[in-house]
């Protein structure tokens, strides 16, 4: 059984930035793909990213394209959501997710096994 802790969630100011971690244990990374989902107030979890288990092939979500990127570091068993130009919109739950598809569009909560318990991100002013 995988488990998996998210940290790095914080109150930022439009336009800042925030680098979220994904600490996976029970398992070795290397195996499974792995995407970052977030749930914004009032709205249902949505797909934010996610990539190959070789980190060769990732999918982002229109909405954060050329602002966010996702990195994986198998070695440590860890990964990483870097956050760029956060804007109010992107205030939520974010949540990591193992063991899902990826292929050639973002990801869906649906294909996802295993999940964290997430880590606020708030973006005001």
């Known amino acids: 059984q995988l488990q998996i802790v998210e940290s790095g969630g914080s109150w930022v100011q439009p336009g800042g930035s925030l680098r979220l971690s994904c600490a996976v244990s029970?398992?070795?990374?290397?195996?499974?793909?792995i995407a970052w989902f977030r749930r914004p107030p009032g709205k249902e979890r949505e797909g934010v990213v996610c990539?190959?288990?070789?980190?060769?092939?990732?999918n982002y979500a229109d909405s954060v394209k050329g602002r966010f990127t996702m990195s994986r570091d198998n070695a440590k068993n860890t990964v990483y959501l870097q956050m760029n130009s956060l804007e109010p919109e992107d205030t939520g739950i974010y949540y990591c997710?193992?063991?899902?598809?990826?292929?050639?569009?973002?990801?869906?909560?649906?294909?996802?096994?295993?999940w964290g318990r997430g880590t606020q991100v708030t973006v005001s002013s």
């Open positions: 990539m190959s288990t070789s980190g060769g092939n990732t």
């Open positions: 997710a193992v063991n899902g598809f990826c292929h050639f569009k973002p990801p869906s909560p649906d294909e996802y096994e295993f």
């Open positions: 029970g398992g070795t990374l290397d195996y499974y793909q």
